[in-house]
């Protein structure tokens, strides 16, 4: 890795003295760039950055795992309607948690800044003139810039800012053909410096996100196929078992989680064989969620869902073990 990156200063410091008169080479842009995007691949890293797209300003939190044996990144907004879009490889899932939503996309060939693709480095070598401009300061780190100049009139300027210690994109600009600025991202925090965990890319709303509604693909990914034996005999019409997660805890014990819903409506069943304090059986609201809690032998029940109290406690009451 720092081979590489050794490389790709090397490519900058020769160009240095003439980025105002000559590009670079299209063999040097690629090399600089294929950098770029191996960085944002296979570092590990988390920041703050910033997006401008006009008058409209969204902070994010980008906590990304390159280093494990397959990429992994969360990207979450941290001002507005809260968001977290979950990228494991192509994969993609985006939780919406004011709509109770999961949606997916499989195959995503693009990546989110500061990556680039192999894609986005064949149309810089082919459709752009690069040249490398001064030194400055990002995030508190240092950083050279580049300038993407099209060599046509079909497309825009863009202007990018790359780490010169990791080569990771730090900042990028696009203009228009009045030389306005259109688009801006760039990071106000950034650290290489804390162990990522796997833990650390995985949704906050992972297991709440269970009862939310979600699409086919959604459903498939976070569903399970093993069996955890439990069952509602009685549940009310239309609503079925969509979704079963089957999870071991070793001395904390066991923990089942069962979705049942209409298709609208859900209901989630979290069974734990672990021990709990202040456990306390029957029915009651919880904000807008109605909650019922009973004692299965050894198992606590849990039953909670926004929907009415009848339809909870009758799943409740119907739970067996196949």
């Given at each position: 890795m720092f081979r590489l990156v050794l490389l790709f200063l090397a490519v900058l410091v020769v160009n240095q003295g003439a980025a105002s008169a000559a590009p670079l080479s299209r063999a040097q842009a690629l090399a600089a760039l294929e950098q770029v995007a191996h960085s944002g691949r296979n570092l590990d890293y988390q920041g703050v950055f910033v997006i401008?797209?006009?008058e409209n300003v969204e902070t994010c939190r980008i906590t990304h795992l390159g280093?494990?044996?397959?990429e992994r990144e969360k990207v979450e907004r941290l001002d507005g309607e809260p968001l977290e879009?979950?990228?494991v490889e192509s994969d993609?899932?985006?939780?919406v948690p004011k709509e109770r939503f999961v949606k997916s996309r499989t195959g995503v060939i693009e990546r989110s800044f500061p990556a680039m693709t192999g894609e986005q480095i064949a149309t810089i070598?082919?459709?752009y003139e690069v040249h490398v401009g001064g030194k400055e300061r990002i995030a508190g780190r240092f950083a050279t810039h580049l300038t993407l100049l099209p060599k046509d009139n079909h497309r825009h300027r863009h202007e990018v800012w790359i780490d010169q210690r990791t080569a990771l994109q730090l900042k990028a600009q696009m203009f228009d053909e009045r030389g306005q600025l259109?688009?801006?991202v760039m990071f106000t925090e950034l650290s290489f410096n804390e162990p990522i965990t796997r833990s650390m890319v995985e949704s906050a709303y992972a297991e709440e996100a269970l009862a939310w509604r979600m699409d086919k693909g959604a459903r498939q990914r976070l569903g399970s196929s093993a069996s955890s034996h439990w069952e509602a005999a009685a549940t009310p019409p239309g609503f079925k078992k969509v979704m079963e997660v089957s999870k071991g805890r070793g001395k904390k014990g066991h923990r089942v989680h069962l979705v049942y819903s209409d298709g609208l409506s859900a209901v989630s069943v979290f069974i734990e064989s672990r021990k709990k304090r202040g456990f306390e059986s029957g029915l009651k609201k919880e904000g807008p969620l109605n909650v019922y809690r009973r004692v299965i032998e050894?198992?606590?029940v849990t039953v909670i869902g926004d929907v009415p109290a009848d339809t909870i406690q009758l799943i409740g009451d119907s739970l067996v073990k196949k």
């Open positions: 401008q797209r006009g280093s494990g044996p397959v879009i979950v990228r993609v899932l985006v939780y070598g082919e459709l259109v688009e801006q050894d198992q606590f």
